[in-house]
C-alpha cells in the first residue's frame, strides 16, 4: 500500500514563504514522477508543479518562477519551496507520485495521492 505524507502546511501572510515535504513508501513499483497539485472548495484540483527522475518538470503558469519542485531520489522525497506566495495560493495541497511519466501525472492517471495539508495566504 503505497503511502504519501505530507508536512509544511500552514498560514503566512502574503509575499512569504513556505516549504512543502512529501515522503513516498509501501511501493512495490517506484515512482517515476512526483508533484503537487492543490484544490479549494468547488474547484476541480488542478496541478502546481510536477518532477521526474529524468529532470523533465511542469509548472502551472500562475506559480511558474515563484515555486520550485525538487526531490531527494535516495528519500522518494519531493519538495515543494513556495516563495512570494499570495492569498490566491490559498489551498489544500496534496502530493501524487506516478510510476509512468510527467504526462500521466499531470493527468492523474494512476496517480497516488497524499492526505493533502493546507496552505492558507492571508492579504
Known amino acids: 500500500q503505497v503511502q504519501l505524507v505530507e508536512s509544511g502546511g500552514g498560514s503566512v501572510q502574503a509575499g512569504g514563504s513556505l516549504r512543502l515535504s512529501c515522503a513516498a513508501s509501501?511501493?512495490?513499483?517506484?515512482?517515476?514522477?512526483m508533484g503537487w497539485f492543490r484544490q479549494t472548495p468547488g474547484k476541480e484540483r488542478e496541478g502546481v508543479a510536477g518532477l521526474c527522475s529524468d529532470r523533465d518538470t511542469v509548472y502551472a503558469n500562475s506559480v511558474k518562477g515563484r515555486f520550485t519542485v525538487s526531490k531527494d531520489s535516495a528519500r522518494d522525497n519531493v519538495y515543494l519551496q513556495m516563495n512570494n506566495l499570495k492569498p490566491e495560493d490559498t489551498a489544500t495541497y496534496y502530493c501524487?507520485?506516478?510510476?509512468?511519466?510527467?504526462?500521466?501525472?499531470?493527468?492523474?492517471?494512476?496517480?497516488?495521492w497524499g492526505q493533502g495539508t493546507q496552505v492558507t495566504v492571508s492579504s
Open positions: 509501501g511501493y512495490t513499483y517506484r515512482p517515476n514522477c
Open positions: 501524487a507520485a506516478n510510476r509512468w511519466g510527467l504526462q500521466q501525472l499531470w493527468r492523474g492517471d494512476d496517480n497516488y
